[in-house]
């Protein structure tokens, strides 16, 4: 007759054998349709990204790094890095200057200043185009745009500037439009931006004070309005 002693082992001996033969089944039948399970650690965002349909694009991308900080160049120039830019353009006649020379004032004084002057020949002016200028109230509202023929004007202005300083004229002196041929517009001129004009004197005739002139304006280096020919008249 068995100890109670033995029986107790036999016992646990007989539980342990159920417990490892039922966890063996288990991990089988789980295995056989789901295959193993192993723990992961999470992806990394970059990886996440990749793995999409759909590429990133540059513009994405750009706004990832600035957000991150890890931005390498950037297109941000700044107010002195803007104004630097024109440093090396003196001027030779300011608005003072001009007044002397040509009889126009506001509201069509439409040269605001000279950066390059050749004395009898040609010349490179400057107009600031801006919203508070009576021209854009009419033409047109809600869509200010430069009239062609205030361009022609600013152009026969500058002309002028180089005419009035010539032998048989004077300073201040009136001069008419006698003619005007060729002319083209490009592109609009409109509040903000800086006409930046060229005339050049094709022929003087000091005797009877006629003048013949080319001119172009230029936006941001784009040819906005080409005059192939002007004619001016002195008021005699």
């Known amino acids: 007759m068995a100890s109670a002693s033995m029986i107790a082992w036999v016992g646990l001996f007989g539980f342990l054998s159920c417990v490892v033969d039922g966890s063996v089944s288990l991990r089988r039948a789980v295995g056989s349709r789901v295959g ?61 200057r001009i007044s002397e020379i040509l009889p126009h004032r506001y509201p069509f004084l439409l040269v605001d200043k000279v950066i390059e002057y050749e004395a009898g020949k040609r010349a490179v002016g400057v107009k600031s185009i801006t919203l508070n200028e ?31 300083q010539m032998e048989g004229s004077t300073p201040g002196a009136v001069f008419f439009f006698a003619g005007i041929d060729g002319v083209k517009w490009k592109k609009p001129v409109i509040p903000g931006d800086q006409l930046v004009m060229e005339v050049e004197i094709k022929s003087w005739k000091p005797r009877f004070g006629i003048a013949k002139a080319s001119g172009k304006g230029y936006v941001d280096g784009k040819l906005a309005v080409d005059v192939k020919e002007m004619t001016f008249a002195l008021a005699k």
Do not use: Y
């Open 36 to 96: 193993p399970m192993h723990l992961h650690k999470p992806a990394h965002t970059n990886t996440f990204l990749r793995s999409q349909s759909r590429p990133l694009t540059r513009r994405s991308a750009e706004v990832m790094t600035n957000v991150e900080g890890e931005s390498e160049s950037s297109s941000w120039v700044g107010g002195a890095g803007v104004s630097g830019l024109t440093s090396g353009v003196n001027t030779v006649f300011d608005i003072n």
């Open 134 to 164: 009576p021209q854009f109230t009419g033409h047109f509202p809600g869509n200010p745009i430069m009239p062609g023929v205030m361009q022609i004007e600013a152009l026969a202005q500058l002309a002028g500037i180089v005419c009035l």
